[in-house]
């Protein structure tokens, strides 16, 4: 079962910011957060991860809460491109079951012109 | 660098037949995933392979599915026989080390199978 909750939705105006969060209270000490998204049609694409700092890459920005128990996803400019499903998943840095990639729903963003 | 790769992209078949799945990883890459999306639905792992062995197969349904990795690199994913409700997306995925969460995986584009 996914160990992290999202919205299950959420909309957003084209070159506008996003905030995408994900709640994960039962986080443990060698979780990692990571991020993917699935265009339609596509396989799930790896968008950015983190443990304890924030982080960022060309794609997005990470933010991870100070107690990790929740993070955002930050697109800065949103394209209708990004219009995707966006998981937010944790993997344990032992691998392991707690290893793997296990998705839930994910939040469903549209992106409006 | 090239993706992975899969084949074929789609395939119908009738309940009762066999089918199978290829999948070809990223050079290098130890670690191979199953996944199984039926629509409207997050990835469902299946089976994960690290070199030529069977790290997890808790959720693949044993009695029809069967996967294999030789000489750890190429797989197939085979179902025999199909029930309709194996219609769905079966992923691939790839990454470099299985033991670390600090890496990513990256997932080919995956075969549409659907039974009929």
């Known amino acids: 079962d996914a160990k992290t909750t999202q919205p299950n939705s959420m909309e957003s105006n084209e070159e506008e910011p996003v905030h995408l969060p994900c709640n994960h209270s039962?986080?443990?000490?060698?979780?990692?957060i990571h991020w993917y998204r699935q265009l339609p049609s596509q396989g799930p694409e790896y968008v950015i991860h983190g443990l304890t700092s924030n982080v960022n890459n060309r794609m997005a920005s990470l933010a991870i809460a100070e107690d990790r128990k929740s993070s955002t996803l930050i697109l800065h400019r949103a394209t209708l491109r990004d219009a995707a499903v966006y998981y937010c998943?944790?993997?344990?840095?032992?691998?392991?079951?707690?290893?793997?990639?296990?998705f839930g729903k994910g939040t469903k963003l549209s992106v409006k012109p | 660098e090239a993706g992975v790769a899969q084949s074929p992209r789609y395939k119908i078949i009738e309940k009762r037949q066999s089918v199978a799945f290829w999948c070809n990883p990223i050079s290098g890459h130890a670690t191979l995933y199953w996944y199984q999306q039926i629509l409207g639905q997050g990835p469902k792992l299946l089976i994960q392979f690290q070199n030529n062995g069977v790290v997890d197969d808790s959720q693949l349904p044993k009695d029809r599915f069967s996967a294999e990795r030789l000489k750890g690199v190429d797989s197939t994913l085979k179902i025999q026989p199909a029930k309709l409700e194996d219609s769905a997306v079966y992923l691939c995925?790839?990454?470099?080390?299985?033991?670390?969460?600090?890496?990513?995986?990256?997932f080919g584009q995956g075969t549409r199978l659907t039974v009929v």
């Open positions: 995925a790839s990454s470099l080390e299985r033991r670390q969460g600090n890496t990513e995986a990256f």
């Open positions: 998943i944790l993997r344990d840095v032992y691998g392991g079951s707690q290893g793997n990639l296990i």
């Open positions: 039962t986080i443990s000490g060698t979780d990692y």
